[in-house]
């Protein structure tokens, strides 16, 4: 188990290094008159520095004055030491940023990640024991409309009716106009008032692949010879359901809800930029439009850290929870 | 072989009405037994699914919608539409003058200290002044007290009249000489009829009460009045037979005119005259409501909505299948490699898949879409960037699939025997093992076209996609960044976003529908 481990990391530091070398390239070749001309808006605003010193701070962080691939070692050896440069939008180092707003990002993700798992994982199950009946019609109609409802689209529908026209909730933003008046409670309150249309919208695009998730990995236990056996031994067929089959079910979700946990830092980019949420996502929605290299490139490279750290703890668990797996 | 025996495992054996006096057949004769081939079955269970069949005529009417409905609709894709409005425009300020105005030769002749002095001189009833600065000057009064206006002279020299009438000249940046004015006010004041000045000769009468002056041709070339007309706006030039009717109006007190078919509102504040003009102007047709012209309505830049649905339908649709196109032209290949050969190319090629799986699609097109927003690039260049960049970038789910089946195929009996045949190896991959990934590989396609469509319209929507002029779903809906356009014109954006709900739970359908036709388990 241990060499296993110790093998995928050795996996993920090479997988890394490669996105990292590609991300870093398309960079690059991003024409550099861009990079130029980004410098030179960037400089003229007002307070900013001066336009050699821009280039200067580009070529120190980025090394954009030496080749591709010296330049990515540049890079890297600042980069594994945390240091990302100073982000060109924001005027801080990235990593000061970063740790900013990060946290309102993860608030967003687990809030909905908690919800979306006790609305799916149940829903799925249902419809997996009453296969073919109407729930289960229901349930699978509801998951594919969620997967197929494109995020700002829903996102202003449910804008139009909570804000607009029911004015429940405020349109953009995460605080309200008397945020600062309010005592420690209040303003809990205020945040969470205006997590909630984010929130439900993140739930209802993505508990769909969970529910089908689900469903297929019941139906394939229900399937099975334990739970016949179990059946034709005369076990209550609550007790089939609850716990022989419903424990053989955790097996997968066990392994893909803790795949999706670092998944939970990532952000939601188009839910936070439409509500105006300065987490992680919103914040680098507005660096990558605006040409901030340096945040841009801290946040792939964040992105594909966690693709990796997900698809990693999940092949862990797996090994963890199904015995079946670890003899091999 | 494993294809032939799963055909006898799965025909289906149905028992045809035997009419009693025809001849008995033997139980497994061929008339006895219908026989199903594996895609009919897959077609049987297919079309026995209730939302398989909804989602294929979502697709079927989007594709009639999309592709038919943009050459049925009469208007084109970035057609503007106009309309025609009544406008009412600030026109022209009137002010009755009641006040000295003074025509000066030029502006150091007669400084406005000296105009100082002219004006206690007058009050006092003198005729002569001295400035401080040592000038003397001399005031000559014209006509009858109440109306008068006076000539001043400096040291001799004519350098300013002062007068409460206002002369309009017909044509536009005429302006009277000094000597001019001189004459006419003397000749008005005497109620001559003909006076010169200039050396010409000019005649002074009377047109319908006004006071007007005509060059020795006879054409009209002044009018006197104490009406001052203002142009409102745009410096246009109002001519002055529109002031005299103006005037006309202000003195009958009348509150509309017409005036060369335009109609003119009067308002009367305090000393002053505010005119407006109900001009009909011709402007783009902006939010216009629902109409049997446009059955959706127009958008933000007066075109057509449902037309640009259709256009938008067409763009969205075309980017889903090329772009489905080239991952699954890449995936195939390299996991057809990756699975039939297996040791250190699978390897490698298994890292690759690792690599791009890693790498965040969403904030790479983001970026890219700011840098060739940045760069200004052809509309029509970007959407096949965009169409490049989400292929090369979505392959690996295909890879993996087509690798996972290859290498359970791979141990299968009729690969042993295409080996034993001697069948070339890419013959072998591309013709025996590829077609057994087909079912699999539709289905992920099927869905696949959804996601690239709901990543595309994302992408157009917050403007880093499909670009204007071309319509994209996702760019119509755009325009509710506009808080106002979300609340108040409907009809611009949910047509849209449903547009893209449906054909994407159309796409999702079909593929669920087929995933469970091409299931061999599925025994319904």
């Known amino acids: ?328 | 072989m494993a294809k032939k025996k799963e055909v006898l495992e799965e025909t289906t054996v149905e028992t045809v009405e035997t009419p009693e006096k025809e001849e008995q057949l033997a139980l497994d004769d061929e008339r006895r037994i219908k026989v199903l081939s594996p895609s009919m079955l897959v077609w049987k269970r297919f079309i026995r699914n209730k939302l398989a069949i909804v989602g294929s005529i979502f697709i079927i009417a989007m594709f009639v919608f999309a592709f038919i409905g943009g050459i049925v609709s009469p208007y084109g894709e970035s057609e503007v539409f106009r309309k025609y409005t009544d406008l009412t425009k600030d026109y022209a300020g009137i002010t009755q003058n009641t006040e000295l105005r003074y025509s000066d030769l030029s502006a150091t002749d007669f400084p406005s200290i000296a105009k100082a002095k002219f004006v206690m001189a007058i009050n006092k009833g003198e005729e002569n002044f001295k400035s401080d600065d040592g000038s003397s000057y001399t005031i000559e009064t014209i006509g009858e007290k109440g109306e008068e206006s006076y000539a001043i002279f400096r040291e001799g020299t004519l350098v300013s009249i002062a007068s409460k009438l206002i002369y309009d000249a017909v044509e536009e940046g005429y302006v009277p000489t000094l000597d001019f004015r001189y004459a006419a006010e003397k000749a008005k004041a005497a109620g001559e009829e003909n006076f010169t000045a200039d050396g010409e000769t000019y005649k002074l009468a009377k047109v319908e009460d006004d006071d007007v002056i005509f060059d020795s041709k006879g054409n009209e070339l002044i009018y006197i009045s104490d009406f001052i007309v203002n142009p409102i706006g745009d410096s246009e030039f109002i001519p002055v037979e529109q002031k005299a009717a103006l005037k006309e109006a202000i003195e009958k007190n009348e509150e509309k005119i017409t005036y060369d078919g335009v109609d003119y509102k009067i308002k009367r504040e305090n000393l002053q005259w505010l005119v407006k003009s109900g001009q009909e102007a011709y402007v783009i047709d902006t939010y216009s409501s629902p109409s049997k012209a446009h059955w959706l309505g127009t958008d933000g830049n007066g075109m057509d909505v449902l037309t640009r649905l259709m256009y938008g339908g067409r763009v969205s649709l075309l980017i889903g299948f090329i772009v489905v196109a080239i991952e699954t032209i890449i995936g195939v290949i390299l996991g057809g490699i990756s699975g039939y050969f297996s040791g250190w190319v699978d390897n490698i090629i298994m890292r690759i898949v690792d690599i791009f799986n890693c790498i965040p699609t969403t904030p790479l097109i983001i970026i890219l879409g700011a840098m060739m927003d940045a760069m200004r690039v052809d509309p029509t260049l970007r959407m096949i960037y965009l169409m490049i960049t989400l292929g090369v970038l979505s392959w690996p789910g295909t890879a993996r699939l087509v690798r996972g089946q290859i290498l359970s195929l791979r141990e299968q009996e009729f690969m042993t025997a295409t080996e034993a045949t001697g069948i070339s190896v890419s013959r072998r991959i591309f013709k025996h093992l590829v077609p057994n990934v087909i079912p699999q590989l539709i289905v992920i396609c099927t869905m696949g076209l959804g996601d690239v469509i709901i990543t595309e319209s994302t992408l157009s929507f917050l403007g880093l996609g499909v670009k204007f002029p071309f319509a994209s779903w996702g760019n119509i809906i755009n325009a509710v960044s506009n808080v106002y356009v979300m609340t108040n014109y409907l009809f611009v954006w949910i047509p849209a976003g449903f547009c893209i709900l449906i054909t994407v739970l159309g796409f999702n359908f079909i593929g669920d529908g087929l995933r469970d036709a091409f299931d061999p388990k599925m025994k319904r």
């Not at chain 1, 609305?119 to 199950?125: D, E, M, V, Y």
């Not at chain 1, 990995?217 to 609850?242: C, F, H, P, Q, W």
């Open chain 1, 1 to 328: 188990m241990g060499k296993f481990i110790v093998k995928r990391l050795l996996q993920c530091v090479l997988i890394l290094f490669f996105v990292a070398l590609i991300i870093y390239a398309v960079m690059r070749c991003l024409p550099t008159s861009y990079v130029e001309s980004i410098a030179r808006q960037r400089s003229s605003l007002p307070g900013s520095k001066s336009y050699t010193e821009w280039l200067a701070q580009l070529n120190a962080v980025y090394g954009l004055d030496v080749g591709i691939f010296r330049g990515f070692l540049k890079w890297l050896a600042s980069a594994v030491r945390l240091d990302f440069g100073d982000s060109w939008q924001y005027n801080v180092p990235v990593m000061e940023k970063f740790k900013d707003v990060i946290w309102y990002s993860f608030a967003l993700g687990a809030v909905s990640f908690f919800f979306e798992l006790i609305i799916s994982i149940p829903a799925g199950i249902i419809a997996a024991v009453k296969q073919y009946s109407k729930i289960d019609y229901a349930v699978t109609v509801i998951a594919l409309i969620g997967v197929s409802l494109p995020t700002f689209f829903f996102a202003t529908i449910l804008k139009l009716v909570f804000s607009i026209k029911l004015g429940w909730f405020d349109l953009y933003g995460m605080v309200g106009r008397y945020h600062e008046q309010l005592s420690a409670w209040g303003q809990f309150g205020d945040i969470a008032k205006h997590f909630v249309l984010p929130t439900c919208t993140i739930v209802i695009i993505s508990i769909g692949s969970m529910m089908r998730y689900t469903r297929t990995n019941m139906l394939e236990v229900l399937n099975s010879d334990y739970i016949r056996t179990a059946r034709a031994k005369g076990v209550a067929e609550n007790k089939v359901i609850s716990y022989h089959a419903f424990r053989n079910t955790l097996i997968p979700i066990v392994t893909i809800v803790g795949g999706s946990i670092p998944g939970l830092f990532s952000g939601a980019l188009i839910t936070e930029t439409l509500f105006q949420i300065p987490g992680i996502g919103y914040i680098s929605y507005q660096a990558m439009v605006g040409g901030d290299i340096p945040f841009s490139m801290f946040y792939m490279i964040f992105m594909a850290v966690l693709t990796l750290l997900g698809t990693l703890i999940a092949d862990i668990l797996y090994a963890v929870v199904d015995p079946r797996v670890r003899v091999n």
